[in-house]
């Protein structure tokens, strides 16, 4: 049996107060919550805080990106070693928005998968199509090629140590969530693909499913067998919400 694992993803989301509130409510409501893996990814400059409020408490917190560097000349980055010197447990990689928007191809989230459990970090592998690639059927063929790439970086050892989390890029923030069978198929595609190479891999990985999951749809999705749980954006914003969801998931 997996163990389920709800992820909050604030993105760019969040003053200290703000985080203080929604920190205290996930924690206040957290009680009957008692087999999930709880965490939470806050913006780079609200993690002191976060770690500060949530030491001691079962909530982790990670990074929403990292650099693929340990130091140096990289204005503007962070790395994994300052991620870990603040506690963080677990760092996106590879999700959408940093895909599209900021240019990250298969070969530089395989570098940052391979930092992060360089030091110690359980990367979130987030992979998806876009509306385009899905309508003309090559689902597969995309998020193959996403996995493959880190696989090939890495080797299928490494993704015992790590988390993959199916985003489909048409249902992040837009309200449309895939239907809990197109999520299923191709979550029950990933660890298939896996399985061609170590079956005992494929069948220890968590696989969550991202996009437009709320505490009203998060039950029929995480009932399906290869759900194992939810990267979670808009939600994780609001404490009831997002308690909802870690609920469904227990
Ligand atoms: C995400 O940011 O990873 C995400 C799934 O967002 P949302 O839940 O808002 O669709």
């Known amino acids: 049996m997996r163990r389920r694992v709800v992820a909050g993803n604030w993105k760019m989301n969040g003053t200290q107060a703000e985080a203080a509130a929604l920190i205290r409510g996930i924690e206040q409501g957290l009680g009957d919550v008692r087999r999930t893996e709880v965490l939470v990814c806050p913006p780079f400059v609200l993690i002191p805080i976060v770690a500060e409020w949530l030491g001691g408490s079962r909530v982790a917190w990670g990074g929403q990106n990292l650099s693929a560097h340990k130091s140096g000349a990289y204005t503007g980055e962070v790395s994994g070693p300052m991620l870990r010197d603040f506690g963080c447990s677990h760092v996106i990689v590879g999700h959408s928005e940093r895909r599209a928007l900021y240019g990250e191809d298969d070969q530089t989230v395989a570098e940052k998968f391979r930092a992060a459990q360089g030091v110690g970090l359980v990367p979130i592998l987030c992979v998806g199509e876009t509306l385009a690639e899905r309508e003309s059927n090559e689902t597969e063929r995309v998020v193959a090629r996403q996995i493959d790439a880190v ?65 009203a749809n998060a039950r029929q999705l995480f009932a399906q067998p290869d759900i194992d749980g939810g990267l979670i954006g808009g939600a994780s914003l609001d404490a009831q919400e997002f308690l909802g969801i870690c609920r469904a998931a227990d």
Request: aromatic residues 6%.
């Open 151 to 215: 696989v090939g970086m890495v080797g299928i050892g490494a993704m015992d140590s790590a988390i993959v989390a199916y985003e489909p890029v048409w249902a992040i923030g837009t309200g449309r969530t895939a239907t809990p069978e197109q999520a299923q198929a191709v979550h029950a595609f990933i660890r298939g693909r896996l399985a061609q190479t170590s079956s005992t891999v494929a069948e220890r990985l968590r696989i969550l499913y991202g996009g437009s999951v709320k505490g």
